[in-house]
Nanobody, 130 residues
Framework: QVRLVESGGDSVQAGRSLRLSCALS?????????MAWFRQRPGKEREGVAA????????YYSVSAEGRFTISVDKSQNTLDLLMNNLRPEDTAMYYC??????????????????????WGRGTQVTVSS
């Protein structure tokens, strides 16, 4: 059974950085072809932040995350990270790690569709104050 556990969330001031980490267990990243970070802001729907194709290592970002966030996968550690720089108050949200079922492919254009992902962590809270 795939299990995802996020960590690294914190309360910080605007302009600071945070690194979120997601530990994958129950399956190797060698067989998980897509991993992603989503977030849910208060009163909003869950939205895709960034994703990585673990075969090609192609990365995908939301407009808001582009240029500020960096997603990376460490296959030796079975972890997925999200480095978030220049944080803004509007980045305040619960951040979730997600993966597709093992050995399943997906078109890159679908990366931000939450329904494409089968496994989710419980989330880690990020709060950014101005």
């Amino acid at each position: 059974q795939v299990r995802l556990v996020e960590s690294g969330g914190d309360s910080v001031q605007a302009g600071r950085s945070l690194r979120l980490s997601c530990a994958l267990s129950g399956q190797s990243t060698d067989y998980i072809y897509w991993m992603a970070w989503f977030r849910q802001r208060p009163g909003k729907e869950r939205e895709g932040v960034a994703a990585v194709n673990t075969i090609s290592l192609n990365t995908y970002y939301s407009v808001s995350a582009e240029g500020r966030f960096t997603i990376s996968v460490d296959k030796s550690q079975n972890t997925l990270d999200l480095l978030m720089n220049n944080l803004r108050p509007e980045d305040t949200a619960m951040y979730y790690c997600a993966t597709r079922r093992p050995t399943t492919l997906m078109a890159g254009s679908r990366w931000a569709d939450a329904s494409e992902y089968a496994f989710w962590g419980r989330g880690t809270q990020v709060t950014v104050s101005s």
